[in-house]
């Protein structure tokens, strides 16, 4: 019989990347929620098992649940403990004890058939107990012995079968028929950071840079700002992201604030890479030499931070490209290179490379560069524009990359539009910027949250970015400590990983005028910061900072993308979720429940009633609960039902732990 259909069918799986030409991807550690959708014709029952197996090869089988949803859903939690490519599928099969059960419950009760009934249960214990170990099959050879004796009473019959222990050991050697397999997918499983972490962004020219009396610079060096890696391991961030260290273009260096008008000094954008001091394998002459580099590399991983590298494939008009590789730049009539431009913006400093030119000639360039920089000990590179960049060029490059380095990570620096963003995603990039910085409402944040965490979560995963040099909202512009203060705490929960600009902690909210950009943008400019002062004062939120980064270190939760529910609050500026790990998958043994309430109006006191759909944080309609607050220290008991106030300018989050303490 030639047909595609199997004799049960089975549909949809999930995770998976739309069109399966690339595998789905999680992490190390990841409660993986698989999804398919089965049924058959009648009404006889079926079950469905999910099939996994690991790159080295054990298999193990786990039975999906029914999620009642009325459309044949089946979904089983998975965790996946071991880095490298998985394979899965799903079996369907009819249940005919499920099938037995439910008809003998009604029929034995209403005395119809009743020795049929019998005589079929006891044909389907010995059916498990010929597939059973010994224990299991003894006590279903047993089971099945008794429903034959026709001298005892039906009900009592009834009554045996479904002791516990006989119901347990059906449930380990369930009788399976017409088993039918989907499709075998593939996992792609990587080490936990290329998914998990919390990144903080500086500029080393900045930490250590001088003024001099006449007004001139002494720049920071690789040194001087190794000497800011304690305290940005005690804020508890992972990682430490760098802008370009490259040696920077003097041909249409840009002044302060994007002038096209720079003074003798000024140190220009690091993005625009490349002078007669080298390219993008040199290290700029102000910040010190690849040495110099190696050293803020080791000096970072004594501190348990991983060092991200800033990859932007592009060129100032003296790079060394430009003379030796002039096919890699796109000439104009009149024979000028054409500059980067983004109508309106211009980057008259910045030569954009043309990937159809030599495409083969610039992978290798790249491959050959990245190769230089991960021996320095570099394995996370965040990767400037890559929208702007042929999609096949990523492709080849993260694959031959990560075939010959696993553990290496690509950010896709992508603000740009969705298809872009979720394909740059499909074809390798581990994380994403998103639009994070540009949902601030309720209504904005709960649709934003709902889509990261759906489906495309399978190959998309987000990074929440407060505030990049580039990126100063209006919303943090007027918003003061409250606004930087619940925007972190969202960004810090709402998803493994998130990042903050240096000086974000400082609330610096001074916008260039008509931008969405700080004044005296650091990318054009030194800016050394006076962190203790800041400390003495008290004009630093880093202590918040920290306790919100100790919560993601201590919660497994809050680092898990696929375990967040929105729940609902009768205010339009109070935004409540959840995120839940079951037990199963702690290493404590004990569920994992965190709840976040935040007033999203950073203006206001605002009081309401949270509304908790508790069945998704592990606990029964109408049960109580401690609700325990990781910021203030205070706890309340809570239920479905709870009222809350929050003051933005006392504490404008509640980071609630969820301890089922209450009787």
């Known amino acids: 019989m030639d047909v595609l259909t199997p004799r049960i069918p089975v549909l949809d799986l999930a995770p ?163 088993v039918s397999a989907s499709e075998t997918l593939q996992l792609r499983v990587e080490r936990s950071r290329a998914a998990v972490g919390a990144w903080y962004e500086l500029f080393p020219r900045s930490e250590g840079a001088e003024q001099h009396e006449d007004g001139s610079w002494a720049s920071g060096t690789l040194t001087t700002a190794a000497g800011r890696l304690p305290a940005v391991k005690a804020m508890g961030f992972d990682v430490v992201y760098l802008p370009p260290v490259h040696p920077i273009g003097e041909v249409n260096r840009k002044g302060p604030n994007n002038t096209l008008t720079p003074q003798p000094g000024d ?189 495309q979560a399978a190959w998309f995963k987000p990074a929440f970015w407060v505030n990049t040099p ?37 609330i610096e909210d001074v916008a260039r005028p008509g931008a969405e950009e700080a004044n005296d943008n650091e990318k054009f400019q030194y800016r050394p910061r006076d962190w203790e002062q800041a400390a003495r004062n008290g004009t630093t939120i880093a202590p918040y900072i920290t306790r919100l980064n100790e919560i993601r270190a201590q919660h497994p939760a809050v680092q898990q993308l696929w375990a967040l529910d929105v729940h609902w609050s009768d205010d339009d500026a109070i935004l409540v979720y959840s995120k839940h790990l079951e037990g199963r998958f702690t290493e404590s043994g004990e569920d994992d429940t965190i709840i976040v309430v935040a007033n999203v109006d950073p203006h206001s006191a605002r009081q309401t009633t949270v509304h908790l759909d508790l069945t998704k944080l592990g606990l029964r309609p109408g049960e109580s609960f401690e609700a325990h607050d990781l910021i203030t220290g205070e706890t309340w008991t809570w239920s479905d039902h709870n009222f809350v106030r929050l003051d933005a300018f006392v504490e404008p989050a509640h980071v609630l732990h969820v301890r089922r303490s209450v009787a």
């Not at 203060?485 to 990983?497: E, F, L, W």
Request: a negative charge.
């Open 470 to 506: 580039d990126i100063l909202t209006e919303y943090l512009q007027f918003g003061g400590v409250p606004a930087f203060k619940v925007r972190a705490a969202i960004a810090a929960t709402a998803v493994p990983t998130w990042g903050m600009y240096a000086g974000y902690e400082l």
């Open 267 to 455: 140190p220009g954008s690091p993005w625009a890479i490349g002078s007669k001091a080298g390219g993008h394998d040199t290290i700029h002459p102000d910040l010190g030499t690849i040495a110099d580099f190696r050293a803020f590399v080791q000096r970072a991983e004594a501190e348990g931070l991983e060092v991200a590298m800033d990859l932007a494939l592009q060129a100032a008009p003296d790079h060394p490209w430009v003379t030796e590789h002039p096919e890699w730049f796109t000439t104009l009539p009149d024979g000028s290179i054409a500059f980067a431009e983004n109508p309106p913006k211009k980057y008259q400093d910045i030569y954009p490379i043309n990937f159809d030119l030599d495409p083969e000639g610039i992978l290798a360039e790249v491959l050959r560069i990245l190769e230089q920089w991960i021996d320095c000990g570099v394995q996370i590179f965040r990767v400037d524009n890559p929208h702007t960049k042929p999609l096949w060029f990523w492709e080849r490059l993260i694959r031959d990359v990560n075939a010959a380095h696993p553990d290496v990570v690509f950010l896709a620096e992508a603000f740009t539009r969705p298809a872009m963003m979720q394909a740059l995603g499909k074809v390798g990039f581990q994380q994403s910027y998103t639009y994070f910085a540009w949902r601030n409402t309720k209504a904005e944040l709960e649709e934003y949250l709902r889509e990261v965490t759906g489906p």
């Open 16 to 178: 998976q990347v739309p069109g399966n030409r690339f595998p789905a991807k999680a992490v190390v550690g990841d409660a993986v929620p698989f999804q398919a959708v089965a049924f058959r014709e009648g009404h006889d029952r079926i079950g469905v098992t999910l099939v996994l197996r690991s790159p080295s090869g054990s298999q193990r089988r786990v039975q999906m649940e029914p999620l009642l949803d009325g459309f044949d859903t089946y979904r089983a939690l998975a965790q996946v403990d071991e880095q490298g490519m998985w394979s899965w599928f799903v079996e369907a099969w009819a249940d005919e004890w499920a099938t037995w059960h439910h008809n003998a419950e009604i029929k034995i009760a209403a005395g119809i058939d009743v020795e049929l009934m019998a005589t079929m249960g006891a044909d389907l214990l010995e059916r498990a107990a010929a597939q059973a170990q010994a224990a299991d099959a003894t006590a279903l050879t047993s089971a099945a012995q008794r429903m034959r004796r026709t001298e005892t009473a039906p009900l009592q019959r009834w009554a045996e079968v479904n002791d516990p222990a006989v119901l347990a050991a059906v449930d380990r050697n369930r009788p399976r028929s017409l």
